[in-house]
């Protein structure tokens, strides 16, 4: 079935099409919504309120509009208002604090559960830097490394999912990849790494 | 190429973005300075991350799970309906309430009028306001 097909059916009440809908489509979802989040199991609830959105929106779609940019744009939006409302007070904490403090939790953690292999907790506190230097980026430089890291977007398709010109996508993304490295190289001169 | 500009451009050079030139100069820079290859080496393993992540397997419930929270949404606006009946109730009783006051001071008017049509009107009045009752009464019960 093409997703014209699945979107013709579905606003006809076959759940067959909204099975088949979703299971064409959870990865695309959950990866995005992980992606902004960096939490599996948020990332996978967050992907359910997607689908239920189109599930009771699908009369409203347009037939020429594709089925991948509206589920982008939700959960973009999803995940951005799950950021919003479980945002940390951290006015005090700089980004080497905040990584540190999560990787000596990391530290306790590991060193009470023996058997795991050391370069797990390295990758664990590798992906602690990532995900806080990801979560500090301004939304829409977040918004399109995730597209295109996560999603392998083009910049024609960021741009599509943002509404934004190719241009506009090309310079978050730009800005995105140098802030990251800025704050990676300061937690590699702490040896928060 | 200095230390400061590989690492402005090190992000670039990972994901072969620079021109030609400048990825030649980074290269030979990072087989001469230790420090930047380890950094070098550091950075690109912090962005693997994101491709192990991207291949993780998606969730064989997932399908069944939103299934599951689809029908729990619409059970509850279902459950919500008491509600409503809870708001009826009281308000479909005042209305009787009100009938049946209206009807008895009705009701009474053809004994204190002393005419001769006594029997006439109290035969028209009682099927009305039987009518009047009933209809509320079985409302209520539908509902
Ligand atoms: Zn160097």
Redesign the interface.
């Given at each position: 079935m093409s997703d014209p097909e699945i979107i013709e059916q579905l606003k006809q009440g076959s759940e067959l099409a909204f099975?088949k809908l979703?299971?064409t489509h959870?990865?695309l979802v959950?990866?995005t919504c992980?992606?902004l989040v960096h939490n599996?199991e948020d990332a996978?609830d967050i992907?359910?309120?997607v689908?239920?959105e189109v599930?009771r929106n699908i009369q409203k779609f347009r037939a020429d509009s594709k089925l991948s940019t509206w589920l982008y744009r939700i959960a973009v939006n999803r995940s951005l208002n799950h950021i919003r409302d479980n945002k940390k007070n951290r006015w005090f904490h700089s980004f080497e604090d905040e990584v540190s403090a999560k990787n000596k939790q990391l530290q306790q953690l590991e060193s009470s559960n023996s058997d795991q292999p050391e370069f797990e907790l390295e990758?664990k506190q590798?992906?602690t830097?990532?995900y806080e230097a990801i979560n500090e980026l301004p939304k829409n430089q977040k918004v399109a490394f995730t597209l295109s890291?996560?999603e392998e977007l083009s910049y024609q398709e960021i741009a599509e999912v943002m509404e934004l010109s190719v241009s506009s996508v090309e310079s978050l993304l730009f800005r995105a990849?140098?802030a990251?490295?800025k704050k990676?190289?300061k937690c590699?001169q702490k040896k928060c790494? | 190429m200095k230390c400061k500009a590989v690492?402005?451009n090190?992000?670039?050079f990972l994901?072969k973005e620079l021109p030609d030139s400048e990825m030649k100069e980074v290269r030979e820079h990072l087989n001469s300075c230790p420090d930047c290859a380890l950094?070098a080496e550091?950075?690109k393993?912090?962005?693997g991350?994101?491709e192990?992540?991207?291949a993780?397997e998606?969730?064989p419930f997932?399908?069944t799970?939103?299934?599951a929270?689809?029908e729990n949404?619409e059970q509850e606006q279902v459950v919500g309906r008491p509600l409503l009946v809870r708001v009826l109730q009281p308000v479909t009783f005042s209305i009787l309430l009100v009938l049946a006051v209206y009807g008895g001071i009705k009701m009474g008017q053809p004994y204190h009028s002393a005419t001769g049509n006594d029997g006439l009107n109290e035969m028209q009045m009682i099927p009305y306001l039987n009518e009047m009752d009933a209809e509320p009464i079985e409302a209520f019960l539908m509902e």
């Open positions: 099975k979703v299971e959870q990865k959950v990866n992980f992606g599996r996978e992907a359910q309120d689908f239920i599930y990758n590798r992906a830097i990532l890291k996560y990849k140098k990251l490295q990676l190289y590699y790494m | 690492h402005n090190l992000i670039f994901e950094f550091e950075m393993k912090t962005f991350i994101l192990v992540e991207k993780v998606v969730n997932f399908y799970r939103v299934k929270r689809l949404q």
